[in-house]
């Protein structure tokens, strides 16, 4: 069950890490230092956008079976 799970999910699964990563790694070296961004200003907000963004680029490249129906 967790190998097809992980086969079926794990491209979106390794999008939702990468992003959140790469978002607090923006937060830490690029961030907003003023205080006044909404997304930038803190590490979660970065992080979550980052992960929701990594996310679905990597869904898109998610290629679906197709079902192809004998006649």
């Known amino acids: 069950m967790k190998k ?3 086969r ?3 491209w979106i699964i390794s999008g939702i890490m990468l ?3 790469g978002g607090y790694l923006y ?3 690029v ?3 003023t205080g006044s961004c909404p997304i930038t200003s803190s590490p979660i ?3 979550i956008w980052g992960a929701a963004m990594g ?3 990597l869904s898109s490249f998610k290629q679906d079976k197709q079902i192809e ?3």
């Open 4 to 6: 097809e799970f992980f």
């Open 8 to 10: 079926k999910y794990g």
């Open 19 to 21: 992003g959140a990563i």
């Open 27 to 29: 937060w830490r070296f």
């Open 31 to 33: 961030g907003c230092t």
């Open 45 to 47: 907000n970065t992080s």
């Open 55 to 57: 996310g679905l680029l």
């Open 69 to 71: 129906k004998e006649e």
